[in-house]
T-cell receptor
Framework: SAVISQKPSRDICQRGTSLTIQCQVD?????MFWYRQQPGQSLTLIAT?????????ESGFVIDKFPISRPNLTFSTLTVSNMSPEDSSIYLC?????????????FGPGTRLTVL | GQQLNQSPQSMFIQEGEDVSMNCTSS?????WLWYKQDPGEGPVLLIA?????ELTSNGRLTAQFGITRKDSFLNISASIPSDVGIYFC????????FGQGTILTVHP
């Protein structure tokens, strides 16, 4: 399986500021994703991070609010811009990894963000 | 859009009991995945199902990919305290869609 690390693991931020979350994978992967998990809720896909091109955003998420970088096949960043308390969530990096015949999807440990 | 209905929302059981949870959808999925999430952690993949009708076990866990491709269940046998957590089903057709989760509490 792929081993995923995220930095920071948690942060407390002031409204109006921005936070960049880093995701590092121990092997090269084609597909990387960013999810949001609001308190007590399920996971919602924010965007697919494409290597060498712009990220593909899901409905309700825009690049100005959640800019994403994917400079290579093992690294991605998600920035939460101009934060408000409603952005308080766990942000999760995920990768699709080919385990044998099929693709499996693994998650990082998450970044717990609190916006005051 | 694609939606998954996961049930039950929560379960309170005694150690040693068996557990069953399921997910249904109005949409067809090509893959069903089951994850467990502990507090403060990311979801961990438990079982992956790739073919309609497939029945797969992983230790005390058993999961099946429904024949209609619109549902899946997860069974946990002889539960132990460390089974506590939130269990999510996820279906994939293109992107991954998650159920709402089942919160499992196991009393010793």
């Amino acid at each position: 399986s792929a081993v995923i690390s995220q930095k920071p693991s948690r942060d407390i931020c002031q409204r109006g500021t921005s936070l960049t979350i880093q995701c590092q994978v121990d092997s090269q992967v084609t597909m990387m994703f960013w999810y949001r998990q609001q308190p007590g809720q399920s996971l919602t896909l924010i965007a697919t991070a494409n290597q060498g091109s712009e990220a593909t955003y899901e409905s309700g998420f825009v690049i100005d609010k959640f800019p994403i970088s994917r400079p290579n096949l093992t690294f991605s960043t998600l920035t939460v811009s101009n934060m408000s308390p409603e952005d308080s969530s766990i942000y999760l990096c995920s990768v699709e990894w080919r385990g044998g015949l099929y693709n499996e999807q693994f998650f990082g440990p998450g970044t717990r963000l609190t916006v005051l | 859009g694609q939606q998954l209905n996961q049930s039950p929302q929560s379960m309170f059981i005694q150690e040693g009991e068996d557990v069953s949870m399921n997910c249904t959808s109005s949409s067809i999925f090509n893959t069903w995945l089951w994850y467990k999430q502990d507090p403060g952690e990311g979801p961990v993949l438990l079982i992956a199902l790739y073919k309609a009708g497939e029945l797969t076990s992983n230790g005390r866990l058993t999961a099946q990919f429904g024949i209609t491709r619109k549902d899946s269940f997860l069974n946990i046998s002889a539960s132990i305290p460390s089974d506590v957590g939130i269990y999510f089903c996820a279906g994939r057709r293109g992107k991954l869609t998650f159920g709402q989760g089942t919160i499992l509490t196991v009393h010793p």
